[in-house]
């Protein structure tokens, strides 16, 4: 499976890698001096402890909490709906599916996902709920949640305040295997090799505030890679 993928913040001494879910077998991981912390919301605490500047998390007490309990939303009602509507269109396509999920992974990685692939699709439909009325349901969803995003981001350069915060950072993460920034160091598949259906889901957000943010939150707090991967995000919604 497709091994955990950054959204880096260079911190000064700290180098913070949040995780994308984009596999089920990715966890958030930040090690740091022989330390390892999981978990996006104790890496940010601990990034905002051992290297406060700049702040993820704002000063602020009123602004604080709007972030915490934007984060908290983001995860629940925003990233695992997106994730269950992404993975039941991925996996109805195996060459797609085995070719997203193991990058980086050893050798035989995608011989065992092709012998194996019927039964490991069967155990993260089971492990997520994965059924066609979810899903359904969860598209209503997050069209809500993308037009509460974008009012929240009417006029506004951020989630929360005028800088980066952590909620910025969730949302970027959560939304990177739908928008495929390019500053992302994972390997896009080309447009072509996309189901129809998540080609749709593009379209339906293509012009949203929520995913030009989201891109921009990549271009510009992303750490430079040292050479470009995978497809434009531009050309994702075309």
């Known amino acids: 499976m497709l091994p955990p993928r950054p959204l880096q913040r260079n ?13 089920p077998l990715e966890a958030e991981l930040l090690q740091d001096a022989g330390r390892i912390i999981q978990g996006s919301s104790a890496i940010i605490d601990y990034v905002d402890e051992h290297s406060p500047e700049p702040p993820l998390t704002p000063a602020d007490p009123s602004e604080r909490q709007r972030t ?5 939303w983001l995860d629940c009602e925003f990233g695992e709906r997106v ?3 992404f993975y039941f269109h991925a996996l109805n396509h ?36 994965i059924t066609a009325e979810n899903v359904a349901l969860d598209m209503d969803r997050v069209t809500a949640a ?10 506004r350069r951020y989630l929360v305040g005028d800088r980066f915060s952590r909620a910025d950072l969730t949302l970027a993460a959560l939304a990177a295997p739908t928008w495929r920034p390019p500053e992302h ?17 593009w379209a339906r957000f293509a012009k949203s505030r929520t995913r030009e943010h989201i ?9 430079p890679k040292p050479y470009a991967r995978g497809a434009s995000a531009g050309t994702a919604a075309a």
């Not at 915490?68 to 908290?72: G, K, N, P, Q």
């Not at 999920?101 to 996902?113: E, I, S, T, V």
């Open 11 to 23: 911190l000064g001494a700290l180098t913070v890698s949040i995780y994308l879910r984009v596999s």
């Open 83 to 85: 994730r269950r509507v």
């Open 68 to 72: 915490l309990e934007l984060e908290r």
């Open 215 to 223: 891109l921009r939150m990549y271009r510009e707090h992303r750490l």
């Open 94 to 129: 195996r060459d797609f599916a085995i070719l997203l999920f193991n990058q980086g992974g050893p050798w035989w990685g995608r011989l065992f996902c092709r012998v194996g692939f019927r039964m490991i699709a069967n155990r993260i439909r089971q492990m997520y709920a």
């Open 146 to 155: 993308y037009e509460r995003l974008d009012t929240l981001l009417e006029n």
């Open 185 to 201: 160091s994972t390997y896009w598949p080309p447009d072509e090799l996309y189901p129809h259906e998540i080609k749709a889901f």
